[in-house]
């Protein structure tokens, strides 16, 4: 039997809904706030019960629409209406949001800020419609023993979409150009990721035949019963073991944890940086670039270690190193007054392990699943990962009030160290690569 290989063109040019989605994010974690603030004035509290909005509502449009996908057909598929059809709707609604902005600037008046949280709300269902779907295109045309290093691509154009639009902004907003005005025309900035959108969407769309592509991976997974944890109920629904169930709700358990103990960090360290250390934004912000590097760099490698020594191995290896990292970034800041090349070293390794697990994990989670619910199990992930998101700022901000900001790095290890322990429980969803010998060893070495 031929050796399986990834289809590197393919899984980009399906990456680009991914692009799209992050490109957007970027932007709306970046702008949205200061538009909360600078124009219509609203407190700190407020502006972050608005933003945390995404993730509240993200815990019940991914796994509906996730699920609702996976019994749609059509002649474009089952995901392709979905993205579509969100990023059209999204793309006309955040175009409106600069808009009712600088209406507001100009004459503030009550019903232009419910105006501008109404398409705010409406343009977070938007989004929450096609998220599911988008991501479950990659397991639904990817064999599944090559999903982690599909993951590892999609992660990797998630990352471009990013730069993307840091790239644009940088452009068209300099500090040159917006120091010292009173109010920030934004509508450029919306207009061109708006464009990105529809671009990465439109070459998608014309590019993959998700039908097509659908169906011959299908047939394929249909040859190798083996790849299959779940049971047909025989009316097309699935019927997953109970040891299966229970390794899945051990990894939803620990994909909850870990991002527990991550977005705490990622939440705090700007502030943790600027109370402990007495740096500035400039400094912090450093750091987490250097740690996204890192994990760019580290996607592809990853993905590649995990289809030779498995995703539960690789996953456990970076739960290690990242519990390790964040004990040493409390060693290192607790007494320090500047960052030094060493904090840069430990959050490159951040990077590193958080590619490690974040490349494996939803590849774990859809591998307990038959094709026709890739949707639904991809609306599980997001569920486990949205709700860690959406409790752990809470709570990490409680304890730096309450406790101390010292609370911070050891409150990150913990979690991740307890996704340690659930994660020797789960005994399902990995990849189990053929062995190799000779030459043939080295043969998807140019994947």
Known sequence: MNALKLDNKRTVLVGLAFLSISAFWQMYDNVIPLLLRNTFGLA?????????????????????????????????????????????????????????????????????????????????????????????????????????????????????????????????????????????????????????????????????QEPKLAAANRALEAEHPEWNLAEDDGAGGEILPAPVKRSLGFL????????????????????????????????????????????????????????????RRTIQAGVVLLAGCFLAGYLLTANAHTITPVMYAAFALVGLAWAAINVNSLPMVVEMCRGSDVGRFTGYYYTASMLAQVITPVVAGWLLQHVGYHTLFPYAAFFVACSFVTMLFVRHGDVKPESKKGLAAFEDMDD
């Open 252 to 311: 939803l358990a620990s994909i909850a944890l870990w991002f527990a103990g991550y977005n705490g960090v990622t939440t705090w360290f700007t502030t943790y940086v600027a109370r402990v250390m007495g740096e500035g934004l400039g400094g912090a912000s450093t750091c987490l670039l250097v740690a996204t590097a890192g994990a760019i760099v580290s996607y592809i490698p990853i993905g590649a270690l995990a289809a030779r020594i498995g995703r």
């Open 44 to 208: 700190e509290s407020l502006t972050g019960v608005i933003m945390a909005a995404d993730n509240v509502l993200a815990l019940f449009l991914l796994p509906v629409f996730g699920g609702l996908s996976d019994r749609t057909s059509t002649r474009l598929g089952r995901r392709m209406p979905y993205i579509l059809a969100g990023t059209a709707a999204a793309i006309i609604l955040m175009n409106l949001l600069p808009v009712l902005d600088n209406s507001y600037a100009a004459e503030a008046a009550p019903f232009k800020l419910l105006s501008f949280i109404l398409v705010l709300g409406l343009l977070l269902v938007a989004m929450g419609t096609y998220r599911s779907p988008a991501v479950a295109l990659m397991p639904d045309v990817t064999p599944k023993p090559l999903r982690s290093r599909g993951n590892a691509i999609i992660n990797l154009m998630g990352a471009l979409g990013g730069i993307l639009y840091l790239g644009v902004a940088a452009v068209l907003y300099p500090t040159s150009r917006v120091q010292g005005l009173a109010h920030v025309d934004y509508r450029p900035l919306f207009l061109v990721v708006g464009g990105i959108m529809a671009v990465a969407v439109a070459v998608l769309f014309f590019t993959i």
